[in-house]
């Protein structure tokens, strides 16, 4: 058995830049939980190990304009993916939608490509954001389901843990209303 003193494992995790323990279980980037969310109607993959799943459902929200729920996945690195959902009362086709209320994924330097999403393979729209001095490249997919507008995001397509999840998300995410 190895005994360290606070200094020396001070130290160690000075050193290596964290814990001086590898991680035992890190995520094989194939297998996932499923996850189902009542109140949102959602069934969704989270990788089984190395992320923290945060919720939050807003009964307050302005339909079509503002998150009805939001998930949040998260690993020890920070933000990894999350996945909104709007409410579409209004029944807008994808594009109005995105230009009503998503047009910030419109900014000057992206790419915007035709795509499918869930395992439905319905229409979505994939949005690219490069990598710049203040973000990271990103990566959100859009589409409609069932009266809902849902956009997955990846906040940093370059950590290969980020862009997994965010494929698997968007493959795999179910509406179940």
């Known amino acids: 058995m190895i005994f360290m003193t606070p200094a020396t494992l001070l130290l160690a995790v000075v050193l290596t830049g964290g814990s001086p323990i590898a991680d035992r279980l890190p995520w094989d980037g194939v297998t996932v939980?499923?996850?189902?969310?009542?109140?949102?109607?959602?069934?969704?993959?989270?990788p089984l190990t190395g992320v923290l799943l945060e919720s939050r459902h807003f009964a307050d929200a302005r339909p079509g304009f503002q998150m009805r729920h939001v998930f949040t996945l998260s690993s020890?690195?920070?933000?990894?993916?999350?996945?909104?959902?709007?409410?579409?009362?209004?029944?807008?086709?994808?594009?109005?939608?995105?230009?009503?209320?998503?047009?910030?994924?419109?900014?000057?330097e992206h790419a915007e490509l035709s795509w499918t999403a869930t395992p439905s393979k319905v229409h979505a729209v994939l949005f690219e954001h490069p990598r710049t001095g203040q973000?990271?490249?990103?990566?959100?997919?859009?589409?409609?389901?069932?009266g809902f507008v849902i956009v997955v995001s990846c906040r940093n397509i370059e950590d290969g843990f980020a862009a997994g999840a965010f494929a698997a998300l968007v493959a795999q995410l179910e509406v179940q209303r």
């Open 135 to 146: 973000q990271y490249a990103r990566r959100a997919a859009v589409f409609a389901r069932g």
């Open 76 to 108: 020890v690195l920070g933000e990894v993916a999350e996945v909104a959902v709007f409410e579409n009362p209004r029944q807008l086709d994808l594009e109005a939608f995105i230009a009503q209320t998503l047009g910030f994924l419109r900014v000057s």
């Open 33 to 46: 939980r499923m996850v189902a969310d009542a109140a949102s109607g959602l069934r969704f993959p989270v």
